[in-house]
């Protein structure tokens, strides 16, 4: 059998074979040399205008690729030496396009932040923050117009977050039910403050995360945004109790393989933090004092009708 890098723990269920490892490594290596030769080119005055390098990142745009076909779209922001390369662009023709000449992408007029290769369906290199979000959209809707069933993937930094076309885009992707990928290299902060993603169903990690945040929050006075990623197992409300009309029950039941509660206890147990016995006494303790709630509210009479003109909060 043939040799498999292991898999890393998440959702991806692809194998790497070999082959592909050579094809991630190449790619991401290509961008890399590109980008450390581009530097060199600039310190020696050969590239005008400005140059962001993509080094350290390489990984998302040579990922993203490799699962793209080649009747996929792909549009960046300013820092889009790598999404271009790893669409397929002639490694020659981007750096000549770096270098103002006429063999260039874009023929020697736009330089690094504008590199535009209809050839491998690279639709551009942006420099204004967010500007590109709106044009993902468009192309995608040209798909959908189409019959197509051809996907955009859209790289931005998250400086684009706080844009109005983050916002208009994705909400006009999700009401046209557009084909498109927005996909956020984040590096640092999102509305430009401190940002994290958290495993909203590990209550030890949002601790974590949260009391850095209630930390730095009360010391630096500065707002923070956390995202938890999170699996709501009932459904939006009662009308959907079975929570199935818009996921499958399949989906929800393999969701609850990660509740919080249960990972939790079997930690603890695990880390022997936690005795079988302690385990039924809170169970216990919980359940005398919900069926104790329900009962105070069962024994509770309905209020008299003058209670409806009546401020809850004066004294009586
Ligand atoms: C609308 C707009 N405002 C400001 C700028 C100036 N600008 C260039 S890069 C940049 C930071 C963007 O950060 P981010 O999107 O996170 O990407 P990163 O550079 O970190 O990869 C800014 C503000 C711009 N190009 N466009």
Not at 110 to 135: E, K, Q, T
Not at 169 to 185: H, M
Not at 252 to 264: A, T, Y
Request: glycine share 10%.
């Amino acid at each position: 059998m043939a040799k498999t890098i292991p898999e890393r723990k998440g959702p991806s269920a692809l194998g790497v074979d070999a082959e592909l490892a050579r094809r991630l490594l190449h790619d991401m290596l290509l961008i890399r040399r590109f980008e450390e030769k581009a530097a060199e080119a600039y310190a020696l005055g050969k590239v005008g205008g400005f140059l962001h390098l993509y080094i350290g990142e390489e990984a998302v745009a040579v990922g993203a690729t490799s699962v793209l076909r080649a009747d996929d779209y792909a549009i960046s922001a300013y820092r889009d030496h790598g999404h271009c390369l790893a669409k397929g662009a002639d490694p020659r023709r981007v750096m000549a396009e770096l270098f103002g000449r006429r063999d260039g992408l874009s023929k020697g007029k736009g330089g690094s932040m504008h590199l535009f290769d209809r050839s491998v369906n690279f639709l551009g290199g942006h420099a204004i923050v967010g500007a590109h979000l709106p044009l993902a959209a468009g192309a995608a809707f040209a798909i959908k117009y189409e019959g197509r069933d051809a996907v955009v993937v859209c790289y931005f930094g998250d400086g684009a977050v706080p844009q109005g076309e983050f916002h208009e885009s994705l909400n006009l992707g999700a009401l046209w039910k557009l084909p498109v990928i927005y996909l956020i290299w984040k590096f640092g902060q999102t509305y430009g403050i401190p940002s994290e993603k958290v495993d909203g169903m590990d209550v030890l990690a949002i601790r974590e995360v949260v009391g850095r945040a209630v930390a730095r929050t009360r010391r630096d006075k500065t707002p923070s945004l956390i995202e938890a990623d999170t699996y709501r197992f009932r459904g939006h409300s009662m009308r959907d109790p079975a929570g199935a009309v818009y996921r499958t029950k399949e989906e929800v039941e393999r969701e609850k393989q990660r509740d919080p509660i249960v990972m939790l206890r079997e930690r603890a147990l695990k880390a022997g933090i936690l005795t079988e016995a302690d385990v039924q006494a809170i169970e216990k303790d919980v359940n005398d004092r919900i069926d104790e709630a329900v009962a105070f509210a069962d024994a509770s009479p309905e209020p008299p009708d003058e209670e409806l003109f009546t401020d809850i909060y004066k004294e009586d």
